[in-house]
């Protein structure tokens, strides 16, 4: 696995500006996911260009991507149109192609931190669990899943994976290895980081690709990684199903939550 130590996402996917007024950035077969390159890195890349092409360094404060093709290993290319709201709110609409077809794009929305006249509220605070170093370490089978080498995960709380059991949830540590900045972008790839949560009730795993991912941010981190991050099953019918996710960081303090809709293909 690359070492990502002291570089940040966008040096790690060699994201830069083209002379077209775009960006590229390549996707290595170590962050391929179960279909094809890990959706969160998708997410965390249109983050990146958003926030390259912000005419000033805002906190993002929400994305809205919605998958429209099926991407592969290799180079992807991106252009964002930026959209003054206000004085305090910008929202860029980022796209990703590859090969010239249409690959995602998201509605990214940066704000200016002011101070208001209303009482403030940070969230629901984190859910009791044990310390990361008390947690024993789970891994994704990297020849199902190469981009799990690339997570530290340590259940905390709830049932793991393929193991047949009633709980629609699971909760884990999750840290990026070598760690690497957080920021927003590196939570949307661990807002994906965990496998669908309706897989503690299966015995074998089904492919259920992403199809839509919102995510907001309610706090900038400030701790470093890992963070706690709980998804939870919404439903699940039809061949389709919504998971929700929280992450909190190790003083408790919640960071982001995420919704995201998928295809369930088995």
Same mark, same amino acid.
């Not at 290595?28 to 962050?31: A, E, N, T």
């Not at 990214?108 to 984190?126: Q, S």
């Not at 170093?133 to 981009?147: D, G, M, R, S, Y």
């Given at each position: 696995m690359k070492q990502l130590t002291t570089r940040t996402l966008a040096e790690e996917f060699a994201l830069t500006e083209t002379g077209s007024g775009g960006w590229a950035a390549r996707v290595?077969?170590?962050?391929r996911g179960w279909t094809g390159p890990h959706g969160g890195v998708i997410a965390a890349l249109l983050i990146e260009v958003a926030r390259a092409a912000?005419?000033?360094p805002l906190p993002v404060r929400a994305v809205d991507l919605r998958f429209s093709g099926r991407p592969t290993e290799g180079v992807l290319t991106f252009d964002a149109t930026e959209h003054v709201v206000g004085r305090s709110t910008v929202a860029l609409e980022v796209r990703a192609d590859q090969d010239g077809s249409p690959i995602a794009a998201a509605s990214?929305?940066?704000?200016?931190?002011?101070?208001?006249?209303?009482?403030?509220?940070?969230? $629901?605070? #984190?859910p009791p669990?044990?310390?990361?170093? %008390?947690? +024993? $370490?789970? #891994?994704?089978?990297?020849?199902?899943?190469? %981009?799990? +080498?690339?997570?530290?995960?340590?259940?905390?709380?709830?049932p793991l994976p393929l193991t047949g059991a009633d709980e629609?949830?699971?909760?884990a540590w999750i840290g990026l290895v070598p760690?690497?900045?957080a920021d927003a972008a590196a939570l949307a790839i661990l807002a994906d980081a965990l496998p669908p949560a309706v897989f503690p009730t299966l015995r074998a795993p089904?492919?259920?690709p992403t199809v839509a991912l919102s995510m907001h941010l309610h706090a900038e981190p400030t701790r470093g990684l890992p963070v706690l991050v709980r998804t939870v099953n919404a439903s699940t019918g039809g061949g389709w199903s919504v998971d929700?996710?929280?992450?909190?960081?190790?003083?408790?303090?919640?960071?982001?939550?995420?919704?995201?809709?998928?295809?369930?293909l088995g």
């Open positions: 290595d077969r170590s962050w912000a005419t000033e990214v929305t940066l704000g200016r931190t002011v101070e208001t006249g209303v009482e403030e509220y940070a969230g $629901p605070p #984190a669990v044990p310390d990361p170093q %008390a947690c +024993a $370490p789970f #891994a994704l089978p990297p020849e199902i899943v190469p %981009a799990g +080498a690339h997570f530290d995960i340590r259940p905390a709380a709830g629609r949830m699971m909760c760690e690497v900045p089904v492919a259920i929700d996710t929280s992450i909190w960081d190790r003083s408790g303090l919640l960071l982001a939550s995420a919704r995201q809709t998928r295809r369930v």
